[in-house]
């Protein structure tokens, strides 16, 4: 069966290569020469690339007040966007992950809602999106011309997009997502751009009597450490072992109580790593929704992270603290508007204790003045 569906597949390609001018023709190039009123934005590509889209719809809301926004996600980035103060509504067009089954009832939602507009931010790059921002039927439809790597095959279907802008080398995506708003006639700048994740009130204290009831200390000096990685590749995963050390470092060099937060599937990891750690040390992973997780991680003075969702996570919720890179380039999608601070070695694996403890220790946080080794 699969390969049937990979010798029809690339059947499709040919085709689209061979009729791709009378495809274009078909397709059509709307303009947008008047403020749409129906704005649908696609929004399903992991939490982190969810939240760097919300400057995004800040400056959308912003210079279209009077527009109604729908934001199309899958089941994960829903909770992304929940209380997102700049969209109107949410449509849920397929189930989490790359394979995630179409929502047709979701989809045929889209279609009524007739946007004007269907804005793809970085990085709706996957078919099953491309065919969904196609089948809204927006006649403006708008995506970043994407580098795509070997193992993606569908830049040949990019032309079912009537602009396509370019993605800036060194930009971040945060502000590459800002671009998009020029193909629309708007103003792509927005001098006070930051992450958008509202944490409500009762979250707060829902997520404090959790804590309260492992033994953690209110009063006490915190570090929320996220040690997966989320849906993300392992290769972005600093060793389990290393974060059990600068753990036990952090809690003996500086008396603070470690919180180790994580989805569902990363709660055996933590669970190991909390057993390394000591008596200083709790575990929330899989216990908490997100947001209640940006709620932990707003109680703690400080934060560390791999390159993950929960990084930007942390970057939303205005945390201090340090993220740890390998090859990516953190000046395209790092921590962004925020103040955590990137260490970064050419592979994850070999960055050190040493430079995480020392980046950790360096920094001017009340937890540490006074008390460092």
Not at 44 to 61: E, Q
Request: proline share 7%.
């Amino acid at each position: 069966m699969g390969s049937i569906r990979s010798a029809g597949f690339a059947l499709l390609r040919l085709f689209v290569r061979a009729f791709r001018p009378a495809l274009d023709a078909v397709v059509g190039r709307g303009n947008p020469s008047q403020a749409p009123v129906r704005v649908a934005v696609l929004l399903d590509s992991g939490i982190g690339d969810t939240l760097m889209a919300t400057p995004m719809l800040r400056a959308l809301r912003r210079q279209l007040p009077a527009a109604a926004i729908l934001a199309v996600v899958d089941r994960a980035t829903a909770q992304v966007m929940a209380r997102n103060p700049d969209v109107d509504g949410l449509c849920v067009f397929r189930h989490s992950g790359d394979a995630g089954k179409m929502i047709w009832a979701g989809l045929r939602a889209l279609r009524r809602f007739r946007p004007q507009v269907m804005l793809a931010p970085q990085t709706a790059n996957t078919l099953k999106q491309i065919l969904a921002a196609y089948y809204s039927g927006a006649p403006v439809r708008v995506k970043h011309a994407f580098d795509y790597p070997p193992g993606r095959r569908y830049s040949d279907f990019e032309f079912l997009f009537t602009h396509r802008p370019p993605v800036e080398a060194g930009r971040h995506r945060v502000l590459d997502n800002l671009a998009l708003l020029g193909a629309l006639g708007l103003n792509p700048d927005l001098p006070d751009a930051a992450l958008v994740f509202p944490i409500p009130a009762w979250s707060a204290s829902k997520v404090q009597a959790l804590l309260e009831e492992k033994n953690w200390t209110r009063g006490r000096p915190s570090v929320c450490i996220h040690p997966g990685v989320g849906t993300a590749t392992l290769q972005k995963q600093w060793p389990p072992e290393r974060f059990v050390e600068l753990g036990r470092r952090l809690a003996a060099d500086h008396g603070v109580q470690i919180v180790l937060v994580g989805g569902k599937e990363e709660a055996a990891l933590c669970g190991d790593i909390a057993k390394g750690i000591g008596s200083n040390c709790v575990v929330v992973a899989g216990e908490c929704t997100l947001v209640e997780t940006g709620a932990v991680i707003r109680l703690c003075q400080w934060f560390v992270s791999n390159d993950s969702g929960l990084m930007h996570l942390a970057s939303a919720v205005g945390a201090s603290g340090v993220a740890l890179f390998g090859p990516t380039n953190p000046a395209k999608v790092g921590p962004y508007g925020g103040a955590l601070q990137v260490v970064q070695a050419s592979a994850i694996e070999e960055l050190s204790v040493d430079a995480v403890y020392n980046k950790c220790a360096a920094m001017s946080l009340p937890a540490f003045e006074g008390r460092h080794a």
